[in-house]
């Protein structure tokens, strides 16, 4: 009868539903993380009284600091970098320096990638950015060095090389001038190993925000919000109905055309190249900001040129400054999509998993998780 009793005690225990949430703390817990990206573009236009998405960020930096590295994905300064001038260079200091503290408090590693506002003031104004973020904040740099184009690859990491891209650099380029590029990028792909690779530029390979082409209502409505000069000033809240649609599907595409847009030739000539150097061996992400939104995409059914796979993931986060949302749709490659200010969490765990999490303010609310691997 004992031995009845305890076989029924084994069954029962063994048998118990989970009726309580349950997660397997090899995967959750901070302890199992061997390496920690936090990914946030486009943060240059921070909160003068408190930008919520840096406090954000800068309490998930500080859970495993020595294994974390924030990644800054370009637009570091609006509107043009850091210029000459002392008014302005003490203003957009200020701007970068809300950045840099999130790394002076927390601990965590610091890297700044060049984005096109950044290059507002030229290749002095990229220096300026680099020499401030290396006396701001310890364990933090800009990379590819100022005037360099890259790949610069990230090696001393746990399970990950990150592969640094100066974008905007590309994006000048000619398609002979980028050629060399290309081969470049593949060998800084090739040559991971065994490690993940995660691409970082400013601009996205595909994007189903403002720079991909999409303009929601508000851009029909008050088409003048869309004009630089315009920005911020009653004239871009001034409705235009009807007339106003001549500007987003018109002038902006057609006529005017800018060079940071998907549709304009430099920009096609620009992920064509990034395509050719990604696609022989796939990352497992490209991460940029650019777009001022947040996406996850499926590399594999990306519309890219020849339909070549350029990454497993196309992550796009480009909200870090809470004043600066545009606009996001779907599409058959979106896995998820949110017009929030936030930023993205990649934790690799020593099983080889990939976990990608996507933050809001406040509070640092996972609003999104997905096993990348």
Known sequence: MRSIFALGILALVAGCSD???????LYRQASAIRQRLLLIGDAGAPHPQGEPVLEALGQWAAV????????????????????????????????L??????????????????????????????????DYVRSGARRTTLLPEPGAPGPVTIDDLAGVRVVALDTELWLRKSATETMP??????????????????????????????????????????????????????????PLPVLGSIYPLVLEPHVIRSQQSSDSPMYRELVRALTRG????????????????????????????????????????????????????HQA???????????????????????????????GEVVYSHWLR
Do not use: C
Request: charge should be positive; hydrophobic fraction near 40%.
């Open 19 to 25: 009726t309580r949430p349950y997660a397997n703390p």
């Open 64 to 95: 495993i600091p020595r294994r974390t590295l924030v990644i800054f994905l370009g637009d570091n300064i609006y509107e043009k970098g850091v210029p000459a001038d002392e008014p302005g260079q003490r203003k957009a200091l200020a701007r």
């Open 97 to 130: 320096d809300a950045q840099v503290d999130v790394l002076r408090r927390s601990g965590a590693r610091g890297l700044f990638i060049p984005g096109n506002h950044d290059w507002g003031s030229g290749l002095d104004g990229i220096r300026r950015q680099r």
């Open 181 to 238: 590029l290309e081969v470049e990028l593949q060998r800084a792909v090739a040559g991971a190993g065994s490690r993940h690779v995660i691409v970082v530029g400013h601009h996205p390979i595909v994007s189903h925000g403002k720079h991909g082409g999409f303009l929601d209502w508000r851009y029909h409505l008050f088409p003048l919000r869309g004009v630089g000069t315009l920005k911020g000033t009653p004239l871009a809240m001034l």
């Open 278 to 329: 990604l696609s022989p061996r796939p990352p497992l992400a490209y991460a940029a900001g650019h777009d001022h939104n947040l996406q996850v995409l499926d590399g594999s059914k990306a519309k890219t040129p020849g339909s070549e796979r350029a990454a497993d993931f196309l992550l796009i986060s480009g909200l870090g400054s809470s004043a600066k949302a545009s606009s996001v749709t």
């Open 333 to 363: 490659d979106t896995i998820f999509s949110y017009l929030r200010p936030g930023f993205m969490v990649l934790d690799f765990y020593g099983n080889g998993a990939v976990l990608l999490r996507v933050v809001v303010p406040p509070g």
